[in-house]
């Protein structure tokens, strides 16, 4: 669903997107943050699906600059983690 140009969708994990969100089902995804408020509200709208050594991500939603920052470092983190990475 478009978002009006001024509306931000809430996310339950405190990030924000705008422009766009969808209804999902999870079927087999864990759910890792929903819709807080409107039509939407209690929708997953960050999904993760493992399958034998992989997984996917899924993100129903344009985040704010810095929240999309740093879902791209926690995949990134969790990335390093799963291939036996050296932490810093």
């Known amino acids: ?28 995804a864990q759910t890792l943050a929903t819709c807080t408020h409107g039509m939407l509200a209690g929708s997953p709208v960050l999904t993760r699906h493992r399958s034998g050594a992989g997984q996917g991500w899924y993100l129903s939603t344009r985040l704010d600059d810095a929240d999309y920052a740093a879902l791209v470092g926690r995949l990134l983190k969790e990335a390093s983690a799963a291939a036996g990475a050296p932490r810093r």
């Open 1 to 28: 669903m478009p978002a009006h140009l001024d509306e931000r969708i809430t996310l339950s994990d405190g990030s924000h997107g705008s422009v766009w969100s969808e209804s999902l089902r999870t079927e087999g």
